[in-house]
């Protein structure tokens, strides 16, 4: 079956600092990939997404690039900002059947000033 | 614009109690799902609709009903609540099956704790 996996958190990194989070996903064929960020106390919110492999998805400052020969979708951002904390979720929907998008379980950033 | 709205936002239930937590969307999506969020698990499906009349179960859907009547209403049941089922519950929702092009929107979620 699919399925997402990301690095443990929490990542703690100060203003203006280089931010990766890894995410690496198991599907059969070509599934879309998203990430997703949820703000204190808020739902989550589509950040990015990629639909084929190269695509590279990019929203706010953040990308991510969707690698097929790696099965990897990790989000960067050049400089991070204190608003930027919050809890980021990579997701994929396989190519056929599945109707509903598998969810990595989330990585908390913490952005100190 | 509404979009996604849950109620309650927090309910305490006891063990055995039953509970209807609400999801109205009001953008026409044709998708509506639950999903609920634990520590170090991410999201897990519960159920999900593809239309009014239609419901489907996700990936953990022991202990919980669903019914899609309308277009608008998507609400989850808990016909009898176990401490395991406490847990932040998301509703969102879709144009199509949820997809590149049909993007999620999900609701502020609900809180839900049971002793």
């Known amino acids: 079956g699919n399925s997402v996996t990301q690095m443990e958190g929490p990542v703690t990194l100060s203003e203006e600092a280089f931010l990766t989070i890894n995410c690496t996903y198991t599907?059969?064929?070509?599934?879309?990939l998203f990430w997703y960020v949820q703000y204190p106390g808020e739902g989550l919110q589509l950040l990015l997404k990629a639909t084929k492999a190269d695509d590279k998805g990019s929203n706010k400052g953040f990308e991510a690039t969707y690698r097929k020969e790696t099965t990897s979708f990790h989000l960067e951002k050049g400089s991070v900002q204190v608003s930027d904390s919050a809890v980021y979720f990579c997701a994929l929907r396989g190519p056929r059947g599945r109707r509903a998008l598998t969810f990595g379980s989330g990585t908390r950033l913490q952005v100190q000033p | 614009n509404a979009g996604v709205t849950q109620t309650p936002k927090f309910q305490v239930l006891k063990t055995g109690q039953s509970m209807t937590l609400q999801c109205a969307q009001d953008m026409n999506h044709e998708y509506m799902s639950w999903y609920r969020q634990d520590p170090g698990m991410g999201l897990r499906l519960i159920h999900y609709s593809v239309g009014a009349g239609i419901t489907d179960q996700g990936e953990v859907p022991n202990g919980y009903n669903v019914s899609r009547s309308t277009t608008e209403d998507f609400p989850l049941r808990l016909l009898s609540a176990a401490p395991s089922q406490t847990s932040v519950y998301f509703c969102a929702s879709s144009y199509g099956t949820p997809s590149g092009a049909n993007v999620l929107t999900f609701g502020a979620g609900s809180r839900l704790t049971v002793l």
């Open positions: 599907a059969t064929g070509y599934p879309s």
